[in-house]
């Protein structure tokens, strides 16, 4: 049988062994894994310090957070970058290692705001070539041993330790891969049941709501009957009458609005205003609206109605089907159209909320007898309405005017803030408070729960973004506009529309070439679109979009341009074109093609000619120093108007309000005032509102009536309006608004007033 026969078998399986811990410890291997944890906006790095030229393995995984992506970067020791992914989620790179020192291993993710990652990463050197001479020695010398003492060949025996090796490492890494899916899992899960338990203790709260409001609405049927509201049938927001008290207000299941309007009642352009007006409410919030003949199965939809007068039911109205929305001929703007279908969606007048005696005062006196019941409450009127922790919006699409149902012409409501006097009942589109409304009553920003934003803006639409307070923009409401702690009223003048700290208008729809386009925005002190970045152009994008349904045009010259020196495109104000992405013939563009068109969705080249089917659209930077409000405390406050001492734009509409606590009042000390001379001011004036009580009528002043003029209020604020036409522009004015305990009240001595600005506004002035 020969020597292996005769020898034990236990000889021969423990040499076995002693050559198979041999081969493993042949191989010089340094395993590293580990899990961490990267915050947003940070970046996680390791080091490994190699001191051999051998192979090095990375692989990760991103097991929680966010989409389950982060940045990945690996670098040599002398700064060579050998790796580098974006926002992956999980990946293996082997790496030879041929320069000497220490390796980074960096996560980054500074890309996000406000998901932190955790990632588990491995790092795997080895030198399986190390002292490979004396491998070879003790390989051999085992060799020899052992195939003195059995049949198998070391050949095949190594090939089947080589098998062993591979299938535990194999075995080893899917067991990890295993491991680290399971951890994703069970995170999923752990955050998939705090959410159940959120939304179930919402769902008791609501069964909670719902029959706390079935017992008030019975208990209601047995109330006397003398408690009944009725409103009459010119109210604006009903034509129901006989309405109990504590009736709730429904909404509209999902926020699914479904609407027929009726060709025979409206032509196509009145249809285009209400879609118009429609797409405002869908633009910041999950609200939609939806053709009847889409949602045919719906029990409850809008009927618009040519009608005498503009109304609409308060919300879904449960036992009328249709329910009417009425639109007279003067009804028939897009402001006008917005404010009815914001009752439709269940909102009220912000003067008939529980609270507005904190905020505005109602004349008595200068309201119609017969308009008084439109001043009572909401409680009051019969409706349970739910303000769902909004405050109360003097901007809102859904507030009138401060001389609404007046009888002599004068204000009936009256604001706290004499700065918003003017500003009630003037607004031309959806305020940011109404969109919090909406987004709160319909549970919108529910759907956007991953989604944080800065600055107070809400998380809302489709899809999810920040809709951001007045005075903010950007994609996280993170930017911030000049003058947003001072501007009240962030609007443009006649015919531009304001969004995010730019001024629009469309100006003409002829057919013209793009070098008139331009004269005619710079004419109007604007320039033709400029867009840079993603949100200017979704702005533009809306506003183009919105014209399109309006008019026949279906693009809109931009003011980008081919360079003649460099053939690249730039913008009209010198600065290069970077998104060729959004260009939608970029690959096809030439000489021939220097100009831009916009679709609303991709810019397009074309040539400088007429262009059938185009527009002009202008833009121009929101003037922060066109009004504000000034809070004076123990220094002056120096005011000019736009341009000074160059000539004031046209078309402005400037308020100033300049505000002092306790008793204490304002002075305004003019250095220059240079205006447009007219008979009682018909023209460009300045209104000076001293008066306590904002309701009284300011004086208008122009010519140079108030050069060298001091002012000073009857109570604790001034108002100074600005208005010009443009016909014949002035320098405008300087203004010095400081406190003042005691003084003189109305216009001062000229002599006087000078020897007071050398001496006390500037003491130092003569030594």
């Not at 992914?85 to 082997?94: F, G, I, P």
């Not at 004269?519 to 183009?544: A, F, H, K, S, Y």
């Not at 005011?639 to 001492?645: A, K």
């Amino acid at each position: 049988m020969g020597l292996c026969g005769k020898m034990p078998k236990t000889l021969v399986f423990q040499l076995l062994i002693a050559v198979f811990f041999n081969f493993i410890l042949s191989v010089h291997t340094l395993e590293v894994d580990l899990t961490v944890d990267v915050k947003p906006g940070h970046e996680e790095c390791f080091y490994e310090e190699i001191k051999k030229p051998t192979s090095l393995e990375v692989e990760y995984q991103v097991i929680d957070g966010g989409d389950l992506d982060i940045n990945f970067m690996v670098t040599s020791p002398h700064g060579r970058i050998m790796v580098s992914e974006l926002m992956k989620s999980d990946a293996v790179h082997k790496l030879d290692a041929l320069d000497l020192g220490v390796y980074k291993v960096c996560f980054d993710n500074t890309f996000s705001h406000f998901a932190r990652k955790l990632v588990f990463f491995e790092i795997i050197t080895g030198d399986e070539d190390e002292d490979e001479d004396d491998d070879k020695k003790d390989w051999k010398a085992a060799q020899e041993e052992l195939a003195s003492i059995v049949d198998m060949t070391l050949e095949d025996f190594k090939k089947l330790l080589d098998n062993v090796n591979n299938n535990l490492d194999t075995a080893r890494s899917d067991q990890q891969v295993l491991r680290n899916y399971e951890a994703r899992d069970r995170n999923t899960q752990e955050n998939n049941f705090q959410r159940v338990n959120f939304l179930s203790g919402v769902q008791v709260f609501i069964m909670l709501s719902v029959a706390l409001t079935q017992v008030l609405l019975i208990r209601s049927l047995f109330d006397d009957r003398k408690k009944e509201v009725v409103r009459p049938q010119s109210q604006p927001w009903g034509r129901r009458r006989g309405a109990r008290s504590m009736v709730p207000i429904f909404r509209w299941l999902g926020g699914i609005v479904p609407y027929e309007i009726p060709q025979g009642d409206f032509d196509e352009h009145s249809r285009a205003l209400i879609k118009v007006a429609m797409r405002r409410w869908e633009r910041q919030t999950c609200i939609r609206f939806v053709p009847l003949s889409e949602h045919a199965q719906s029990e409850s939809y809008i009927k618009f109605y040519k009608s005498k007068t503009c109304f609409s039911d308060l919300g879904r109205n449960t036992k009328q089907t249709p329910q009417l929305l009425g639109l007279a001929p003067n009804c028939m703007g897009i402001p006008t159209i917005i404010h009815e279908l914001g009752h439709a969606l269940g909102m009220i007048h912000p003067m008939s909320r529980e609270d507005r005696d904190q905020f505005i005062t109602l004349r008595m006196k200068n309201i119609k007898p017969d308009s008084d019941q439109n001043f009572r409450s909401i409680t009051d009127r019969g409706y349970m309405y739910f303000t769902y922790g909004v405050p109360y919006d003097y901007k809102s699409i859904m507030h009138y005017n401060a001389v609404m149902w007046s009888a002599n012409g004068n204000e009936t409501m009256v604001t706290a803030q004499p700065e918003y006097q003017s500003i009630i009942g003037k607004a031309d589109d959806v305020s940011f408070r109404d969109n919090m409304y909406i987004n709160r009553a319909y549970l919108c920003s529910w759907r956007c729960s991953g989604m944080r934003c800065e600055n107070g803006g809400i998380a809302a639409g489709v899809p999810c973004r920040c809709v951001c307070p007045d005075g903010y923009h950007g994609n996280y409401c993170e930017k911030r506009l000049s003058g947003v702690n001072r501007i009240v009223d962030w609007r443009c003048g006649d015919g531009w529309f304001f969004r995010t700290g730019m001024c629009f208008k469309f100006l003409s729809h002829a057919t013209i070439p793009w070098k008139t386009a331009q004269q005619l925005c710079q004419q109007n002190g604007g320039t033709l679109p400029i867009i840079r970045d993603q949100e200017m152009l979704r702005i533009t994008g809306e506003l183009v979009e919105e014209d399109k349904t309006l008019s026949s045009t279906s693009t809109f010259w931009l003011g980008l341009r081919r360079d003649d020196t460099t053939s690249e495109y730039i913008w009209e104000d010198g600065s290069a074109f970077r998104h060729h992405e959004w260009v939608s013939n970029i690959h096809n563009t030439s000489s021939s093609r220097p100009c831009a068109v916009f679709n609303g969705t991709f810019i397009t080249t074309t040539d400088c000619g007429l262009q059938p089917d185009n527009g002009v659209l202008c833009m121009t930077p929101f003037d922060p120093a066109c009004g504000g409000v000034f809070h004076l405390l123990d220094r002056s406050v120096h005011v000019t108007s736009p341009n000074y001492p160059d000539l004031y734009p046209p078309d402005s509409l400037c308020q100033y309000v300049f505000k002092i606590s306790g008793n204490n009042k304002v002075k305004l000390s003019f250095d220059d005032f240079i205006f447009e001379y007219s008979k009682e001011c018909t023209s460009d004036f300045l209104e000076v509102q001293l008066h306590s009580d904002v309701s009284i009528p300011g004086k208008r002043y122009c010519g140079s009536e108030l050069r060298n003029t001091t002012l000073v209020s009857d109570g604790n604020f001034a108002v100074l309006t600005m208005k010009t036409n443009g016909r014949n522009p002035g320098a405008g004015f300087r203004v010095i608004a400081s406190p003042v305990r005691n003084g003189a009240r109305g216009i001062s001595n000229p002599l006087l007033n000078l020897w007071r600005r050398f001496f006390q506004t500037n003491p130092g002035r003569f030594g």
